[in-house]
């Protein structure tokens, strides 16, 4: 088994590992939020110039600006679809970030386990020698009072 100062510095260096990959996925959640956001604000967007269009339908409308109101809604339907995309990728992103947390999180884990395993044997060791030598200390304390 490593040595306990060999183990204090892989826990040390998974603890920041895991700290840095904590940072990621943070980052990478705030992200595909704010590509959620705005997704929903396009989509919010496009329903209200629908209804605006169809509230213009009913006013009456010329060929032109009906051929406009068209064009600006197929524009935004191609944002829409950009959009979903990014949001897609992002929460992939956001998967990966916290498969990679996960994983770092899990050798922290492991080294911390094996640190407790170190102390605990030390412990039963020192415990050991401790029985031992009491055990040695009564012997000669019955030994000479004979």
């Excluded at 064009?71 to 959009?83: C, M, N, R, S, V």
């Excluded at 990014?86 to 770092?104: D, G, I, L, P, T």
Aim: proline fraction near 1%.
């Amino acid at each position: 088994m490593a040595t306990p100062s060999a183990l204090d510095t892989l826990i040390e260096l998974a603890t920041k590992e895991t700290d840095e990959a904590t940072k990621r996925l943070g980052r990478a959640i705030r992200v595909s939020e704010e590509a959620q956001q705005k997704l929903v604000i396009l989509q919010q967007y496009r329903d209200d110039y629908a209804a605006r269009f169809q509230e213009t339908l009913s006013n009456g409308l010329t060929a032109l600006s009906y051929r406009n109101f068209q064009l600006f809604i197929e524009k935004i339907d191609t944002a829409i679809d950009g959009q979903e995309d990014v949001v897609k990728s992002s929460q992939q992103r956001v998967a990966e970030a916290r498969a990679a947390w996960q994983a770092c999180e899990r050798k922290r884990m492991s080294y911390d386990t094996l640190a407790a395993r170190a102390r605990e044997q030390q412990l039963q060791k020192e415990n050991k020698r401790d029985q031992k030598s009491m055990d040695e200390h009564a012997s000669r304390m019955t030994f000479y009072k004979r």
